[in-house]
């Protein structure tokens, strides 16, 4: 049995709530008297027994084991909310003790803390903290030495050496922070001594500056540069800076915006910067979550060849199965529902060789081996039942008459009834009672385990009403779209949406989707032309920017959201059956949105859009019973990035759903697959696909599958 107390707990807060409120991540591991934490070695694989992780109340991991080999390319994979983010924000921020030091652990993150008055190429090249450094100072440095003044070498030499210090105080804090024992105590000299030296620097810096020190800096100054230049050479700087453009390059940035500065950057772009910067820094473990939002169909790609190129050890979370199963060798599986996705066991880690298709069609088929063999044991069982009280009266009568050989047939059969059971542990291996049953059981051996069929994640859209007037929904003529007047991003477009149409828009990002469809909804004012909206339709509209709106909003509650008010309120219970619809179940419905993961965000904002386009119809039109439950749903349904944060099963279930739906959709996406379902519900003639490109809108008469051949062909061309 493990000891608690051996057990060494970090905390972290997390969300972007309070102070004050901030749910809290708690991470413990399993660290021996002898464990490496702070001990640096050539290994770079990872093997952690005992890790435990929660949010709050919340038990995200029990007494799990995370194994990470070397170089191999993980997807990490498990419903919405279970906790995928924060195992990777637990790593990335060190709370796991027995972490080894020397593997260089990056997150993909943004950039908090960070000097945004920096240019994109120079943050994404200078993510390593010490290489930075080492080039801030080789510039200081060689400036004052180009200079010829004395006084400004000797005054860069000072600057030099105290943020030296500095530095490698910084690091004594981390390793007086997690060594403990003889080795803690050492560490905890050192940081005295890196203090008190620090002091005395800071104390030399404000004395005037001697001839002795000026003759001394020249030569030092000098030996000082070679040896940054040294380093430099050595992390080939400029190899580093080629690779950081063609990254750049390949994740969108156009060449001329390279040298912008970070603090111009939109959010998905500032994403994207980030991005970058993992993948340019030469780290040993990157953690990869969801990687893919922000990302249009050609940067996927290229990250995806980009990634598969990769040396280092890769964990990725990701809500696209086209790419997950394309970049990852292993499949990690977070459990919390046995039997939910595969035979895993509930708050443990699960570890399966192969990307995720691959893992579901082996538990599929271990699924069916078990329900075989539990079969089969019922039918051994039904050859050798009998009656306990006939069998003791048989042993009674074999003793009476001294048969030995009936005694023995007998305890035989006695021993192969209490034997009938798993013939295997868990790791498929012949079953040892002491050591495969330890504790206290009533039976030798366990019953097979067989899983329940995955329970189906369904989402229900309410059909629309019928219209009282026939038309479009939206016709937009010769219209030019821009923002605040400006430069029109788009000219000329001509677009008519009929009831019960799929119109899938498609193309890079920045080329013009999300102002198409800001027009659409009337947000944005044309800059020439018309737009006819049907004066009858309802319209329901997910922006891309969905979950960072209700996330920003930290005290309300899915239930609060819908209802205005907190619960109890006559429309509360309304509420609570519209929010399951979309998988939102009582729990959840009654969490903080700040507290929510990214997937269960999406499943608010589907229900609050359906919602609110249902409260908006008048109730003579039917839009709402006498409980005031939404009974019709909207005409028109505008989507743009619905798949981001959701898990597979999700995003199928969304699919299925919009796919069965009969009301009108305009889907903005860059999930081929999700395209494609949505695609296969419209009727003959009724699907219209468009690239928005080159300030302008054509159709795509070959469907997704053309723009998707036309990005790989210029992949292929350019990188």
Not at 92 to 108: D, H, I, S, Y
Not at 154 to 159: F, K, L
Not at 174 to 198: P, T
Not at 304 to 317: H, N
Request: with cysteine; glycine share 8%.
């Amino acid at each position: 049995m493990r000891n608690p107390k051996a057990n060494t707990t970090r905390t972290s807060p997390i969300g972007n709530s309070a102070p004050q409120e901030e749910p809290t991540l708690v991470a413990t591991s399993q660290p021996s008297r002898f464990h490496v934490t702070t001990v640096e070695s050539l290994s770079t694989d990872i093997d952690l027994a005992g890790v435990n992780l929660s949010v709050n109340d919340r038990i995200l991991l029990a007494d799990a084991r995370l194994r990470l080999f070397a170089g191999v390319r993980y997807g990490l994979v498990g419903v919405n909310g279970i906790g995928k983010s924060s195992l990777l924000k637990a790593i990335a921020g060190g709370l796991l003790v027995g972490w080894p030091e020397n593997v260089r652990t990056v997150l993909v993150e943004q950039f908090e803390g960070k000097d945004l008055q920096r240019t994109v190429r120079d943050i994404v090249v200078d993510r390593n903290d010490e290489i930075g450094s080492v080039k801030r100072s080789a510039a200081v440095l060689q400036e004052a030495i180009e200079s010829d003044d004395p006084t400004v070498i000797a005054q860069a030499m000072r600057t030099h050496h105290l943020s030296n210090l500095q530095g490698r105080k910084r690091l004594a804090q981390h390793h007086a922070q997690k060594r403990s024992g003889a080795r803690g105590s050492e560490a905890r000299k050192r940081l005295v001594q890196l203090e008190h030296e620090e002091a005395a620097a800071r104390i030399a810096n404000e004395e005037p500056i001697t001839a002795e020190e000026t003759v001394r800096a020249v030569k030092d100054a000098q030996t000082t540069l070679e040896d940054l230049v040294s380093i430099l050479a050595l992390h080939d700087v400029p190899a580093t800076e080629r690779n950081a453009e063609r990254v750049l390059v390949g994740l969108g940035f156009p060449l001329e915006i390279h040298g912008n500065l970070v603090s111009s950057l939109s959010g998905g772009w500032r994403t994207r910067c980030a991005l970058a910067s993992a993948l340019v820094f030469k780290a040993d473990c990157l953690l990869l979550d969801e990687p893919t939002n922000h990302l249009d169909l050609p940067a996927i790609l290229f990250l995806q060849r980009y990634i598969k190129s990769l040396s280092c050890t890769v964990v990725t979370v990701s809500h696209d199965r086209a790419f997950l199963n394309a970049v990852t060798e292993e499949t990690i599986v977070l459990g919390e529902n046995v039997g939910r996705i595969g035979e895993y066991e509930d708050k443990k880690l699960g570890y399966y060789a192969g990307n995720y298709d691959e893992f579901a069609a082996h538990t599929a088929e271990f699924r069916i081996w078990r329900v075989k063999m539990a079969a089969a044991l019922e039918v051994k069982r039904a050859h050798t039942a009998g009656d306990s009280n006939e069998h003791a009266a048989a042993v009674a009568k074999a003793r009476s008459k001294g048969d030995d050989k009936k005694l023995v047939a007998l305890a035989v059969q006695q021993r192969k009834k209490e034997r009938m059971g798993m013939e295997v542990n868990r790791k498929g291996h012949r079953f040892r009672l002491h050591r495969d049953r330890e504790g206290y059981y009533t039976t030798v051996r366990g019953e097979v385990p067989v899983s329940s069929l995955p329970q189906q994640i369904e989402w229900t859209i309410a059909p629309p009403s019928v219209l009282r007037h026939p038309g479009p929904l939206v016709r937009l003529e010769n219209v030019d779209v821009g923002h605040d007047g400006g430069k029109a991003v788009l000219r000329n477009v001509n677009l008519t949406i009929e009831p019960g149409s799929r119109t899938l828009l498609v193309g890079a990002n920045g080329a013009g989707k999300s102002t198409l469809v800001q027009a659409l909804m009337g947000d944005l004012v044309p800059l020439k032309g018309s737009i006819y909206t049907h004066p009858s339709a309802r319209t329901a509209y997910l922006s891309q920017h969905h979950v960072e709106a209700l996330r920003s909003n930290h005290s309300a509650t899915p239930l609060s959201l819908l209802t205005h008010l907190e619960d109890p309120h006559p429309t509360a219970q309304s509420a609570r059956g519209h929010l399951s619809k979309y998988g939102v179940t009582a729990r959840i419905a009654t969490t903080r949105l700040s507290d929510l993961s990214g997937g269960q965000l999406v499943r608010v904002a589907f229900a609050n859009a359906t919602w609110i386009a249902s409260a908006t119809s008048d109730d003579r039109d039917g839009g709402f019973s006498s409980s005031r439950h939404p009974t019709t749903g909207p005409h028109l349904l505008v989507l743009d990035e619905p798949t981001n944060h959701l898990d597979f099963e999700t995003v199928d279930a969304l699919g299925e759903a919009l796919k069965e739906w009969n009301g009108t959709l305009v889907v903005v996406s860059h999930d081929v697959s999700f395209l494609k379902t949505v695609a296969a519900g419209a009727a003959d003639g009724m699907c219209w696909t468009g690239l928005v490109e080159g300030g302008k809108l054509r159709k795509l008469e070959g469907g997704v599958m053309e723009y998707v051949k036309q990005c790989r062909k210029r992949l292929k061309a350019t990188v």
